[in-house]
């Protein structure tokens, strides 16, 4: 039997069992990891809690993309901008000396208030793999609405601090698809450069992919997908492709070769703390208050009145604050945003929103899936945890299918893909007055579309090469990862439920800058487009309305 207690770490204190076996190593390893892990707390914004009753020109609601594209721009402006965000600040190492947890040990570091893991592949070898942590605000939250289980980052930084860093900008044929009331020309020809030099995009090189150890899971994937017909192609990352290749030649600290990616990397990654945020910090007129939560925006004589949350490790509100700003910024990600402005609208506080508000969100197609391959094809025991390549049948199939890895240590003989996929089900968010909480009306059901058109890539795959689809990965003799999404969009859509760079209508300096803008798919992962469209939206702002 898998044991599935905890050896986690008491937030409050120091190690129980760790600290008991390696009192001795853990000092020497937090010397080491503190050295390392300075550099990547150095480039995080200062924290300065901002103060009850206090007065900002620019309020910004979270931390991940569209809110640091927001905060840097407006701050190379001219103007002092405060960033709010729930989750904790992630620039100071625990007592293990590392400031994450890596995927196959999660702590109380891993997930937003918990006391039981919710891994997204949550079964191996048909066991259940999730263990119990102490409830602490972690970085990733597993948010479960009635059909679906939404994940997010949470901390200065957003989803940059737990994705997997693929920076793919769409083709440009399916640009009108992914938002149709944007000219194409501008994004492709300014916005989508911007972006990708914004965050550091940058891609592996094609020599040592073909003999690096930790990429035979890829390799493995591009000779089926060859196999079968389908087009194959590396996918750019915001991972430090240098750094990765010192970690494989044994001169720097392991981080995406030593299992970590889901809850944070110590080093290699290009978060936005390491670049937008650095930037942002940079021209010394951006604050942020880490655990606060905005739970109110209301009208006042000509700006706007915060309410904040402060909050504590555990989850509790030990001060609520009232703040005002002249201009507020939604960028709380597709499910925080729109679950503020619905709840904001039905309660009256910001009545005026119009009827879109809620609507067009989608899960952008998501479904995950093993395949069991032949003992001869083995994938490699020591996988990178940044996938670097895809099967992509969009035009012919409606799917894009990330190679995905599987480094659980061994060797697994198992092909892992995420897909994303041309779903067209749209859901939305609705304020639930019994319950004082926002629903969002996705089906499980909804997933099918997904599975039919991954299958279309998977089912040639395992007929051509003989082998089956792995059934012990999302439970007993389940196939299909099909109850998340790590790429929740829309809910705010751009052009419906604000105009066309994000403007909320009837409310002055009322901004909507991420994720929600975008109608539930980008037809590849979403980041890079939800940044490049910040930084169109942006532009404009400040050129027309300060
Ligand atoms: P986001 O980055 O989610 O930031 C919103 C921030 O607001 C968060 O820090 C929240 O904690 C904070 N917040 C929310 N509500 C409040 C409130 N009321 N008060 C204060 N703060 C609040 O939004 N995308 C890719 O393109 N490539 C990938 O490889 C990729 N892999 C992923 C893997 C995982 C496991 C996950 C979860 C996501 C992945 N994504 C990937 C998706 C990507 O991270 C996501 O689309 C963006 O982070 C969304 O950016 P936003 O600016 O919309």
């Not at 009753?53 to 927001?70: F, K, M, N, Q, R």
């Not at 017909?229 to 030593?258: C, H, I, Q």
């Not at 905005?294 to 000509?302: D, Q, Y």
Request: glycine share 12%.
């Amino acid at each position: 039997m898998i044991d599935n207690t905890s050896d986690d770490i008491d937030p409050k204190g120091v190690s129980r069992r760790r600290f008991i076996t390696a009192t001795g190593s853990i000092v020497g390893a937090a010397a080491l990891a503190g050295r390392a892990t300075a550099a990547q707390a150095e480039a995080v914004l200062a924290a300065a809690p901002i103060a009850d009753g206090a007065h900002v020109p620019v309020l910004v609601i979270g931390t991940g993309y569209g809110g640091s594209v927001a905060a840097l721009r407006l701050a190379q402006a001219g103007v002092d901008v405060h960033m709010v965000e729930m989750g904790m600040a992630w620039d100071t190492p625990g007592p293990d000396g590392k400031i994450f947890c890596s995927t196959l040990a999660p702590d109380h570091r891993s997930y937003w208030l918990r006391t039981r893991t919710k891994q997204p592949l949550n079964y191996f070898l048909g066991f259940p793999i999730d263990r119990n942590i102490s409830r602490y605000t972690g970085i990733l939250d597993a948010e479960e609405f009635g059909g679906i289980t939404v994940y997010q980052g949470r901390g200065v930084g957003g989803g940059s601090l737990v994705n997997g860093g693929m920076a793919v900008t769409p083709k440009r044929e399916e640009f009108g698809t992914v938002l149709p009331s944007v000219n194409a020309d501008e994004m492709y020809d300014t916005y989508y450069p911007r972006a990708n030099a914004g965050l550091g995009v940058g891609a592996i090189d094609p020599a040592w992919f073909e003999s690096a150890a930790c990429y035979q899971y890829s390799r493995v994937g591009r000779k089926h997908a060859g196999r079968s017909g389908f087009p194959f192609g590396f996918v750019p990352n915001v991972y430090d492709w240098d750094y990765m290749e010192r970690e494989s030649a044994g001169t720097a600290t392991k981080s995406a070769l030593a299992g970590e990616i889901l809850y944070g990397n110590n080093h290699g990654k290009k978060s936005l703390q390491r670049t937008y945020l650095a930037q942002a910090k940079a021209t010394g007129r951006v604050t942020v208050s880490p655990l606060h939560q905005v739970t109110s925006v209301a009208p006042a004589g000509g700006g706007y009145t915060v309410v904040i949350d402060q909050l504590d490790t555990g989850g509790d509100t030990t001060t609520t604050k009232t703040v005002t700003a002249d201009r507020v910024f939604f960028a709380a990600g597709s499910v925080g945003t729109s679950k503020l402005l619905v709840k904001l609208k039905a309660t009256g506080v910001l009545p005026g929103l119009n009827d879109e508000v809620g609507k067009g969100w989608g899960d952008n197609g998501n479904v995950m899936c093993g395949r069991a391959n032949h003992l001869w094809d083995p994938t490699g025991g020591l996988q990178s945890t940044i996938p670097c390549a895809g099967i992509d049948n969009w035009t012919a199939g409606g799917v894009f299918a990330e190679v995905a890895p599987l480094p659980v240590g061994i060797e697994t003989f198992a092909s892992f893909y995420l897909s994303i996929t041309k779903n067209p089900n749209r859901a939305q968010f609705s304020w639930n007055a019994a319950t004082g909480k926002v629903d969002l009306n996705w089906q499980a059901a909804w997933k099918q579309p997904s599975v039919t058109m991954a299958k279309t890539i998977f089912d040639k795959i395992n007929a051509k090469e003989g082998t089956i689809y792995r059934t012990d990965l999302f439970g007993v003799y389940k196939i299909w990862g099909d109850h998340l999404t790590y790429h929740p969009l829309g809910g705010a859509v751009l052009n419906r439920a604000t105009d066309n760079y994000g403007r909320l209508g009837g409310y002055p300096g009322l901004y909507v800058i991420d994720g929600s803008l975008i109608p539930g798919n980008t037809s590849v992962n979403p980041f890079v487009t939800i940044t490049a469209l910040a930084e169109r939206n942006i532009e404009k702002i400040i050129a027309t309305d300060l």
